[in-house]
């Protein structure tokens, strides 16, 4: 039983030598265990930050230990009478030939599907593109959608049900051969290579009415050159950030790592939207000013001709509370 183990944490871009390959016996079983010769080993992104060790959202790979991740494979032996010898299922069997697993989260896989697609469409990238698109992106036909990483596992099928759903699509690749594959075969309405040198440009020209959603699979230069493109109500979707995943230093800007992990939201408004909530908000204010619950203070420059000089005070924040000229 070949495995694939931890040897060592990352330093940026990981290495051979991060990994080490043994000879394990396969294990016996216990009750209720099913031993499955994995088939097929599904490579996902999120195994990179499991290298890393700490604190996550999901669980470190310690040093030594297995490579983790989901496996398509065959029961060759079952201590579990929902399981029979030939049976393919769907489980953690992690980077090994054999897996003991017990069930869940072992499942049984049925139909006329090629057993490896339970690894995409039907497995996490096709979960992470249903979701990412219409629970979180909300789209609308008509609207443009930006999908980075246009070819990969997520991304090939958030743009395949974005055009189907009626958007226009965008598709964000390295390399020529890439974007053709993704307009040709996979629908896109045009694809972008970012490895060309007037890429931001290429970008812009591709969405003459801008970006209502942008799948963001990548980030960094990226999403630098998507940000401008927005649309008023855009919705930005952070499902990855392969550009950010193996540096050794953090990119510029906000921590769009700590965004990812911690699920937060960034949500712009402009207050002239919501003029049906001026009357509640003012008779609030009104009330809490008149007990006291709030506090002002203000900074009053006396006379007109001293407008300019408090207002470039304010700018300069030499004003101390509300900026305020009493005129006459
Ligand atoms: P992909 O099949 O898309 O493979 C990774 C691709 O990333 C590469 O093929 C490459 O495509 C692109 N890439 C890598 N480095 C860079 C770079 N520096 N600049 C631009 N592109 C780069 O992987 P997945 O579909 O499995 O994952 C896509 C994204 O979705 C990842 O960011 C992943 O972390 C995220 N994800 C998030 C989940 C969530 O729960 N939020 C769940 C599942 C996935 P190209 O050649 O086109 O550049």
Known sequence: ???????????????????????????????????????????DPYMRGQMDGGKSYIQAIEIGDVMNGHTVGEVVESKNAAFAPGDLVWGPGHWQEYAVLK?????????????????????????????????????????????????????????????????????IAGGEAKCRYAVDELGYDVCVDYKSSDFPAALAAACP????????????????????????????????????????????????????????????????????RFPEAIAQMSARLASGEIKIREDITDGIENAPSAFI??????NFGKTIVRIG
């Open 103 to 171: 069930s869940p989260p072992l499942r049984k896989i049925t139909g006329s599907h090629s057993p490896s697609a339970w690894l995409g469409p039907m497995g996490l990238p096709g979960w992470t593109a249903y979701v990412g698109l219409f629970d979180l992106g909300a789209p609308k036909p008509g609207e443009t959608i930006v999908v980075s990483s246009a070819t990969g596992a997520v991304g090939a099928l958030v743009g395949q049900l974005a055009k189907r759903y009626g958007l226009r699509t965008v598709g």
């Open 209 to 276: 009415t801008g970006v209502d959603i942008d799948f963001e699979n990548v980030g960094g230069a990226i999403l630098d050159a998507v940000w401008p493109l927005l649309n008023s109500h855009a919705r930005v979707i952070i499902c990855g950030l392969m550009a950010q995943y193996n540096l050794k230093t953090k990119y510029p800007g906000p921590e769009l790592t700590h965004l990812l992990k911690s699920r937060l939201t960034i949500r712009g408004f402009i207050i002239s939207d919501y003029a049906g």
């Open 1 to 43: 039983n070949r495995r694939i183990l931890l040897k060592q944490r990352p330093q940026g871009m990981p290495t051979p030598d991060d990994f080490a390959i043994v000879e394990a016996p396969v294990p016996a079983l216990g009750a209720d265990e099913v031993l499955v010769r994995n088939r097929f080993l599904s490579l």
């Open 313 to 318: 005070g304010m700018l300069q924040g030499r």
